[in-house]
C-alpha cells in the first residue's frame, strides 16, 4: 500500500497557481519525497523530488513542513497542458516504497 | 532519442495464448521494472531487476515471466493470457543507487478477448 494520501481530483483554469497537497504521516527519516505527472497514454514523468524546506526546478516547486508529514506541489501558472494525474511518492534510497505508487490526484485545468 | 522504449505499443489477442512484450531503455540505468495500470489506473509495481537479477517479485501469478538479457532490456512473457490480464503494461528504469527517479516508457496496451 502507498505511504501516501492525495485529494482524487483538483480543477483550475489557465494562469492559476494549483498547490495540490500529499499527506504521508508515517514518513521515515530517511524517506525523500517524489512527484510523477502522468498524461494519458504516456508513462508517468518525474517532477520533482525533495527530502525537507523547499525545492524548485523550471517546471513546479516543493514546499515540505519541518515535521515533512505533509508535502505541497506547486504548479506555478497552469496551462491546459498541465491536465494530468499528479502521484505522490514517499521511500528512502533502498526500500521498495519509494515504486508504490497512490491512486494519485487528477487535475483538470479549463480555459 | 526515447530514453525507454517498449514493444509492441498496442497487443490484442485471444485467451490462452502466449505473447511477449520487450523493453529496451537507453539510459545506461542498471535497475529495470515492469509496472501494470489496470482499468482503475492504478500503477502496480510488478518486477524489478537490477543487473539481469530478479530483486522485486510482487505477488504476480507465475504465468508472467521477466527476462534480462542484459542491464538494458527487460523483456515480459505471459503464457495463458486471461481476460484480466487486460492491461496497460509500462516498464521503467532507474539508476539503483541512491534515490534517483524512474524513468517510464510509454506503456503496451493489452487487450486480452
Known amino acids: 500500500l502507498a505511504k501516501t494520501t492525495q485529494p482524487i481530483s483538483m480543477d483550475s483554469y489557465e494562469g492559476q497557481e494549483v498547490n495540490i497537497t500529499c499527506s504521508h504521516n508515517?514518513?521515515?527519516?530517511?524517506?525523500?519525497i517524489t512527484w510523477y505527472q502522468q498524461f494519458p497514454s504516456q508513462g508517468p514523468r518525474f517532477i520533482i523530488q525533495?527530502?525537507?524546506t523547499k525545492v524548485t526546478n523550471e517546471v513546479a516547486s516543493l514546499f515540505i513542513p519541518a515535521d515533512r508529514k505533509s508535502s505541497t506541489l506547486s504548479l506555478p501558472r497552469v496551462s491546459l497542458s498541465d491536465t494530468a494525474v499528479y502521484y505522490c511518492?514517499?521511500?528512502?534510497?533502498?526500500?521498495?516504497?519509494?515504486?508504490?505508487f497512490g491512486t494519485g490526484t487528477r487535475l483538470q485545468v479549463f480555459p | 532519442d526515447t530514453a525507454v522504449s517498449q514493444t509492441p505499443k498496442y497487443l490484442v489477442t485471444q485467451m490462452g495464448n502466449d505473447k511477449s512484450i520487450k523493453c529496451e531503455q537507453n539510459?545506461?540505468?542498471?535497475?529495470m521494472y515492469w509496472y501494470k495500470q489496470d482499468s482503475k489506473k492504478f500503477l502496480k509495481i510488478m518486477f524489478s531487476?537490477?543487473?539481469?537479477?530478479?530483486?522485486i517479485n510482487e505477488t504476480v501469478p507465475n504465468r508472467f515471466s521477466p527476462k534480462s538479457p542484459d542491464k538494458a532490456h527487460l523483456n515480459l512473457h505471459i503464457n495463458s493470457l486471461e481476460l484480466g490480464d487486460s492491461a496497460v503494461y509500462f516498464c521503467?528504469?532507474?539508476?539503483?543507487?541512491?534515490?534517483?527517479?524512474?524513468?517510464f516508457g510509454n506503456g503496451t496496451r493489452l487487450t486480452v478477448t
Open positions: 521503467a528504469s532507474s539508476q539503483g543507487q541512491r534515490n534517483s527517479p524512474l524513468h
Open positions: 508515517n514518513i521515515a527519516t530517511n524517506d525523500y
Open positions: 525533495g527530502y525537507k
Open positions: 511518492l514517499v521511500g528512502d534510497w533502498y526500500g521498495t516504497d519509494k515504486l508504490i
Open positions: 539510459l545506461g540505468h542498471d535497475t
Open positions: 531487476y537490477n543487473n539481469k537479477e530478479l530483486i
